[in-house]
């Protein structure tokens, strides 16, 4: 069948159409989630932009993986253990008095023993026991006081019997906030001088443990570590002290997930200490009809220190914009990954395959082309 002219010019103008849309394209841009690694490496400092880009190896992995552990100050870390029966400025006592005669002085006629509740230790340290008068109780252990006592009111009694039961007031408390069973101020006693005890006494730690930072603030000292930290290190058990603050808080660290992952969002910190495997693998891995594997990043701003190892100048003295390019389709790609350690803040990266932005075009192309095909059969 021999084709009309117009009909013959058709396909000619249908391939016109085409390069002129996809110029067009070419011209304006595609959507996609962020840039390509060409972009990336053409805005390196190396190219007059802004960030170092640098291809992490097993040198880089080294350089960037020390990462300082918390830990409390030595001053914590080498205190004594208090001795929680010396009685403070502000201690709470019990006393009972038993005298060996029918009607004593501080007994009733029915019983002969007396109970003296509540006699709080004053400003001076001095409490006042009836019969014995006032004495100086701060700084002695209940046995001690006890004894004094004793002697005290052997003169007007005979053979009195004397039991003294401390109760930790305002100057031998600790105060747990946060994630622990039961919030509140605690006194330090015998069975709880030390932060693991006290944390115990507090109901424990209701934080998922991998995650749970301990604070301690004692006046203007400052010190944390890792909950799982204070059991591998017994010398974090610290002894603690009157006034102590004890917060408990999960971790607060993140990394922000973008480009052609599964999920794209901020993510917090699920352990200690996070590879880049583990991350991806967080945020559910490579969105496998999107990603491309040569094109993972890593953007850090870095410590002057880290930068010039990493970057290998001396001259770097401030913190540095850094992008570490990961290949994970090389022999060792993933290894690297699993070595190469995120950090607070970081944002990782993964670029779209090439050959996303080309199925972009044609699904773009073939729904402009829809008009053309209609003209067609309008033609025939």
Request: hydrophobic share 45%; charged share 20%; glycine share 8%.
């Amino acid at each position: 069948m021999k084709l009309s002219r117009r009909q013959a010019r058709f396909p000619q103008a249908r391939g016109l159409a085409l390069v002129a849309i996809m110029a067009s394209l070419a011209g304006c841009g595609l959507p996609r989630s962020g840039p390509s690694p060409s972009e990336l490496i053409e805005s390196s400092i190396q190219k007059s932009g802004d960030a170092y880009v640098v291809l992490v190896d097993n040198r880089v992995a080294k350089a960037t993986a020390p990462v300082p552990a918390p830990a409390f100050p030595s001053q914590f870390v080498h205190a004594p253990v208090i001795a929680p029966d010396r009685i403070r400025v502000g201690d709470t006592l019990a006393l009972t008095v038993f005298e060996s005669v029918d009607i004593g002085l501080l007994a009733g006629a029915d019983t002969n023993a007396a109970a003296l509740q509540a006699i709080q230790v004053d400003g001076d340290g001095f409490i006042f026991v009836p019969y014995a008068g006032r004495i100086l109780a701060a700084g002695k252990t209940p046995e001690e006081l006890r004894r004094i006592i004793t002697e005290k009111l052997a003169d007007v009694s005979p053979d009195p019997q004397v039991l003294v039961n401390r109760t930790a007031g305002d100057g031998a408390t600790v105060s747990v906030a946060g994630g622990v069973g039961k919030q509140g101020v605690y006194p330090i006693e015998r069975p709880n001088r030390t932060l693991t005890a006290m944390l115990a006494t507090a109901g424990g730690v209701s934080v998922p443990p991998e995650v749970a930072r301990i604070t301690i603030l004692r006046g203007r000292q400052r010190g944390q570590v890792w909950f799982e930290d204070v059991y591998e290190h017994p010398e974090f058990d610290v002894a603690l002290r009157n006034g102590d603050r004890i917060l408990v808080e999960r971790d607060t660290r993140s990394f922000t997930a973008l480009g052609a992952t599964v999920a794209q969002r901020r993510i917090p910190f699920e352990k200690q200490t996070l590879t880049a495997v583990e991350a991806i693998a967080q945020v559910g891995g490579l969105a496998t009809n999107l990603a491309n594997p040569k094109g993972v990043f890593i953007l850090r701003n870095e410590p002057a220190g880290t930068a010039r190892a990493v970057v290998g100048s001396n001259d770097l003295t401030n913190p540095q914009r850094v992008v570490y390019v990961l290949d994970l389709t090389q022999p060792t790609g993933i290894f690297l990954a699993r070595e190469f350690m995120i950090r607070d803040g970081d944002t990782v990266y993964v670029s779209e395959a090439p050959y996303v932005s080309l199925m972009k075009a044609l699904s773009i192309v073939s729904g402009s082309l829809a008009p053309l095909n209609s003209a067609q059969n309008l033609g025939q």
